[in-house]
């Protein structure tokens, strides 16, 4: 664990620029943030808890070394955030190795569900399930993966009806790239299919089963197409899908939010359907300082919020620190688009 004791309310970021919202911590380095309100009201934050380790940065993302998750808490916007301790390490799983990427949370039942990818024994990643009775850990583990799951960043939405799905993926380290024939290729692409005029490669989602356990259908593309229907090709990288997914509701209508990855923009798309296809909108989140961008959104005490990351912290693209600001729709349903700094 790595104690960060540098934060400062008024520290700028590149070219002088203000950030525009301050870490939610200080105490460790954390990343990727899954935020949501359960039933006692408080904001809880499943993301990813970073460390410093020894291997160099590169494109498959080998310096996100990871090893267990810690879950923070709110009581108000704006108030303090307690670290939990840790919820799941990755000793206790099992299946896995390495890499505890970004995770998820859901709640059903009394039973608070978890959700995350890592790295098996042959350097695949897969998913797995682990639960708790309590929202903040500690959480047990599957002995085994989801049956049928690969890659990374998955996120469970929940339908006002009940019915739960995963959406998932992420391509360059995420690994879809090396899942397209159905099996886990280790020698394929480093990147993307390598098609800049083809379709991009999309997220996945399946339904999930009533135990919120398995995978209730093989896993579906989510179809991300532009204002004609045409879907997004895999060189429009301003626009195509890299990591990062993010499914919520807003009047009647699903929003699909990711990271284009190597233009660090979090853009959303949004469907009348859950399976989409998703029409493109326009970009939630600007670039912020460090090469990655991930984030959640959530409706908590009568406004909308964006959850996201920078290295404010650190500087370091693997030492992330989470952080909130709100979130605006305009009238007609779009996202007013956030600038991580302040003009
Ligand atoms: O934190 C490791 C990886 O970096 C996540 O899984 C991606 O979304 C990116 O934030």
Known sequence: EVPTTNASADATGPDGRKYLSQPLTTEIFTADPSAHVWGDGKLYVYGSHDI?????EDDLG????MRDYRVLSMDEPGGK???HPVALDVKDVPWASQQMWAPDAAFKNGTYYLYFPAKDKEGAFRIGVATSKSPVGPFKANPEPIKGSFSMDPTLFMDQGGESYLIFG??????????VTGKYD???SKTDLEKPNE?????????????????AEAPRDVKIVDEAGKPLLGGDTQRRFFEGSWLHKYNGKYYLSYSTGDTHNIVYATSDNVYGPYTYRGVVLKPVNGWTSHHSIVEWKGKWWLFYHDVQLSGDTRLRNVKMTELKYNPDGSIQTIDPFVK
Do not use: C, Y
């Open 199 to 215: 379709p991009a490669l999309s997220p996945k989602i399946a339904k999930m089963n009533g135990d919120l356990m398995e995978f």
């Open 81 to 83: 955030t307690t670290v």
């Open 52 to 56: 410093d380790g020894p291997a160099k």
């Open 62 to 65: 080998s310096h996100f070394e």
């Open 170 to 179: 992420g391509i360059w380290g995420g690994q879809l790239q090396r899942n």
């Open 186 to 188: 280790p020698n394929g």
